[in-house]
């Protein structure tokens, strides 16, 4: 009985051990993926603050284009 009980604890140690490693992967994935996204956020704002500080060349919101 007190081997069965062994075997069954190392059995779960390892069923964990394995579990923490894929986590560890995940996290780690989604870390790079979050940095990446942080750094398109940056950029996009950039691009929003240069156009908008360029606003004198931009269309009024309300204006019709050309085309109508």
């Known amino acids: 009985m007190n081997e069965e009980r062994l075997v069954n604890i190392e059995a779960k140690i390892t069923f964990q051990e394995d579990m923490i490693e ?18 398109i956020c ?3 704002a950039r691009q929003v603050q240069s156009q908008a500080e360029a606003g004198n060349e931009v269309m009024p919101a309300n204006e019709r284009p050309p085309h109508y």
């Open 22 to 39: 894929e986590l560890n992967k995940t996290v780690y994935q989604q870390q790079q993926k979050l940095e990446r996204l942080e750094a």
């Open 42 to 44: 940056k950029s996009l």
